[in-house]
């Protein structure tokens, strides 16, 4: 293969992820012309249409889908192993990627960031927030951040917090009207507050588990967000309990705000973690970042 088809695959790939010539022009810095002549001279070589046009749509074929599929990961290997190389100075530098949920955002990643950054002019951090299993490798990300047994078995992992447990909580108002539960079963009969799960749009059925015994509950009730930092603040309001992780609620249980329930049926499970595919040469950047994160853990 002639060097030339590898540079316009990348250009085709580019069209492809952007969905449009207009923005794979922009962000690759050339003409949408002379970059749609040049997807036309790869199809043209390979006899093969990649692309099906219309006046308002674009969008790979069969051949352009198998090529994104195909190649699209290995070119991107070859990128990162290239920006690897051209950091290798005498301070780290460049932009870090990582996906978070905003939980996992606000109370892991920033408080170590925060004191990092300071050291490090020449690194960024994007932190994008996503409360989905986000695909890191489709959107490009360096890494991302999960519960310990969300993550896949061919990723990397670094544990970056503690175990998190979770708790059932509401106002002492709400508890003047309401009996507390003694069991979960009892939740059945109060006004829950649902989360919605991001990933296959279903309610979050809240996991309980006590001396061996595992039992998940259908709670029902008035609020259902897709976010528990909107359920925190509706169960401050009296709006009904919540079930989220014990941290974001420790400042409320501890100035009396919040009272928690059923703590001995709450369960624990695998502390946060940050993610990278085993295939990508981190860079020094990266390197300077995922160590941060895991010293921030061991001195919480």
Known sequence: MARSDLSDISAFLAVAREGSFTRAAAKLGVSQSALSQTVRNLEARLGLRLL??????????????????????????????????????????????????DHSAEMVLWPVIEKLLPGYPDIAIEIVIDNGLTDIVEQRLDAGVRL??????DMVAVRISPDVRMAVVGTPGYFTRHPKPKTPRDLTAHNCINIRLPTAGGLYAWEFRKAGRELNVRVEGQLIFNSATMAVKAALAGAGLAYVTEQRVLPHLESGELVRVLPDWCPSFAGFHLYYPSRRQPTPAFVVVANALREGARVR
């Open 148 to 153: 310990g047994e969300q993550v896949a078995g």
């Open 52 to 101: 099906t046009r219309t006046t308002r749509n674009l969008a790979p074929t069969e051949a352009g889908e198998r090529l994104i599929q195909s190649v699209g990961p290995r070119l991107d290997e070859i990128e990162a192993e290239l920006n690897a190389l051209t950091a290798l100075r005498d301070k780290p530098s460049g932009t870090v990627r990582i996906a978070a949920g």
